[in-house]
């Protein structure tokens, strides 16, 4: 089962409750996750459940039973494994310690036989369990929390954001070597509170104060004698940041890796309109991740942008993201609730601009739409590379019989030929890719900090590091 969702940890060095804060961080949080969520506080059972985070109100008695200045969150979004109560998160390890997960594990098969070892064997089925059973055995073993990261991190190969709730009432944060996914550090005044979050629109959320990113190869541990500590259980290496985050996954109000999502998404559309030779009478952005993209664009090309395809908010799951569902049936109904503006694109040539194609379920379906809605001509530009190849760091492109740039082209192609291929697939006039090195100038960290494996079907960050002495334990303020 692998994961890309949204993980929150929280304490409150006047014993404030932080549940309230962890429900909202988590429903800021909910672009990340859309199939179940749930919280754990100390001396109770976690707490979770199928759905929105927002339906936390349809159990607003139970909730009620749960408070604590410590606490941690989570909202899941699944690329394998069955959307089950028992595989959200938190997960309860024994009565050690609950782990909520954003990531990957790839070599979860070779931590299930070290945890099995001499035992019963364990299921694969689910990284998170694994990785929390190698723990406890570390913690049983004698270690502490410190020493039992710096021997986990030796051993384990993907992307990883730990939450972690002991029995003592800590809350543990943990960012992989490689920074594959984010984790933001902020603070909330009033109540003396840390917080850390999968993205910073989750610290605005509560009112809280960004302070900087959790450092990869980083773990932090609240709630010792009221303090933050920090502690490097990893040695540095290069960093592997997702590409995919700019692009799609993070929150445009979010800053990830000290960069702005809003302001990147811009200067995409920016690049784009130089680079393409499209050209049409409007720009139509996909809603809602592509909006900036498609103003940079607008800005630059000088074609009017308008809103020529809108969601229907009015209905309970109409913010809901088509990319992270589950099922194939699930995203195709969560785009017809894209509506046409039929005014907008009526005997118009028609530039759609979008953040990606993965599957080309979305871009399909909606191109067939402005269609009947008398569109004159469908073009179409993305701001991500084309997608080729399996995501093992948690992003739900699990083979690459599903995507389409893949399917459409065999073997390698040059770029314009698969433009084309890709544009008869999805039935539009014309297609146009963003490529590596533009998307890289958009983010404005080098490409090689940067991970495309999605793209290039480059792993090797997986492995090999380069790596420099490991930093002693250390104390950070707010």
């Not at 139970?62 to 028992?86: D, K």
């Not at 979860?108 to 406890?136: F, H, K, P, W, Y």
């Amino acid at each position: 089962m692998k994961e890309a969702c949204g993980v929150v940890a929280a304490h409150s060095e006047r014993g404030v409750d932080v549940v309230p804060k962890i429900l909202r961080t988590l429903e800021a949080l909910q672009h990340r996750g859309q199939e179940s969520w749930g919280f754990a506080v100390p001396d109770r059972p976690v707490f979770k459940r199928l759905g929105l985070v927002a339906e936390w109100r349809d159990y607003e008695d139970e909730v009620a039973g749960y408070a604590g200045s410590t606490g941690i969150g989570h909202v899941r979004y699944s690329t394998r494994g069955r959307t089950s109560v028992n595989n959200a998160h938190p997960i309860q390890i024994g009565h050690e310690f609950s782990i909520a997960h954003n990531g990957t594990i790839v070599n979860v098969e070779g931590l299930a036989a070290s945890v099995s070892a001499g035992e019963e064997a364990v299921s694969c089925e689910s990284d998170t369990r694994i990785v929390g059973q190698r723990l406890m055995q570390l913690l049983d073993g004698g270690d502490d929390w410190f020493s039992a990261f710096e021997k986990l991190g030796k051993e384990l190969i993907g992307a990883y954001c730990f939450a972690i709730l002991n029995k003592q009432g800590e809350a543990i944060a943990v960012r992989d070597p490689r920074g594959y996914r984010p984790l933001s550090l902020g603070w909330h005044e009033r109540s003396s509170t840390h917080i850390v979050a999968s993205e910073s629109c989750a610290l605005s959320a509560v009112e809280a104060e960004l302070v900087r990113d959790i450092e990869p190869g980083e773990m932090v541990l609240m709630g010792k004698g009221g303090k933050l500590e920090s502690f490097r259980f990893a040695p540095k290496m290069d960093t592997a940041f997702c590409s995919f985050e700019y692009a799609y996954f993070a929150h445009p109000s979010s800053r990830v890796n000290g960069v702005s999502v809003y302001e990147t998404r811009k200067r995409v559309g920016k690049i784009l309109a130089k680079r393409l030779r499209a050209r049409g009478d409007v720009i139509v952005p996909v809603p809602d991740s592509a909006r900036p993209a498609a103003l940079g664009f607008s800005l630059v090309s000088g074609i009017p942008m308008d809103e020529g395809l809108m969601k229907d908010r009015y209905k309970r799951r109409g913010s809901i993201r088509s990319f992270i569902e589950p099922r194939q049936e699930s995203r195709e109904e969560v785009v017809k609730q894209i509506i046409p503006i039929r005014e907008v694109v009526d005997g118009k040539d028609v530039v759609v601009i979008d953040d990606s194609v993965v599957r080309g379920t979305s871009a399909r379906t909606l191109i067939r739409s402005l269609r009947r809605s008398g569109a004159k001509k469908v073009k179409m530009a993305v701001t991500f590379p084309p997608i080729r190849h399996p995501c093992k760091m948690g992003i739900d492109f699990p083979t690459s019989e599903e995507l389409l740039a893949h399917t459409v082209a065999d073997g390698d192609v040059e770029p314009e030929e698969l433009e084309e291929k890709v544009a008869s697939a999805l039935d539009a006039e014309e297609f146009y890719y963003n490529d590596i090195d533009g998307m890289a100038e958009a983010i404005g960290i080098p490409r090689e900090r940067l991970c495309f494996a999605c793209v290039d079907g480059d792993y090797s960050k997986l492995q090999g590091a380069v790596r420099v002495p490991t930093e002693e334990k250390r104390q950070v303020g707010p």
